[in-house]
């Protein structure tokens, strides 16, 4: 099969174009951590591969393969009954970042990655780097709402110490993981709502 066969091909333009998720394919959203960790353990078996400049990685599955997944950390962009999902998707020949970019390139060998693969390789990688899933919905230890994607934190003051706390991943970023800060432009964000200069 050639590039040219395929049921769809990139744009090719001069810029990034939104294009509709559920019409040719479903996208898989993955954090950098989790993608990044994915993407290694799928090797050859991964089919064409977006990675937006914020680092997030995009994964093409056929339609309606990923309706149910819950990971932490990823997100299925499908066509909703009430709303449209667009993915900016650049041209084919921006293969080197920093812009967004085809981490794995579309090519007959690599197109839809198989979803049932992709799922099993971001579960791994949520547990590697999170952990077990806690039992029921867990509070946010900085925010205090509900989160349905509970991310274990480090505490380092307060009466949280030597607990097992989470946060929802808008404020995981906020906390060290492994002894250290990781320093996100979600964290910069975080640190800029709260009052805190760098």
Known sequence: MSVEALSWTPPNK???EALPAGRWWDAVRAAPTIGERALHRLGDETGA???DKHGPLYWLVTVGSAERWRLR???VLAELADESTYLGVPPAAWTKGPSTHWRVPLSADH???DAWRLWEALAEADRTEYGR???GR???Y???LPTNEPIPVVVESGDAVDKTVYACPTHATSYPRNGRRRWTLTSAAADQHDGRVR
């Open 14 to 16: 001069q810029d990034i």
């Open 49 to 51: 591969v977006i990675q």
């Open 73 to 75: 950390q990823v997100r």
């Open 111 to 113: 197109y839809l990655t």
């Open 133 to 135: 899933v806690p039992e």
């Open 138 to 140: 867990q509070l946010c």
């Open 142 to 144: 900085r925010c205090r």
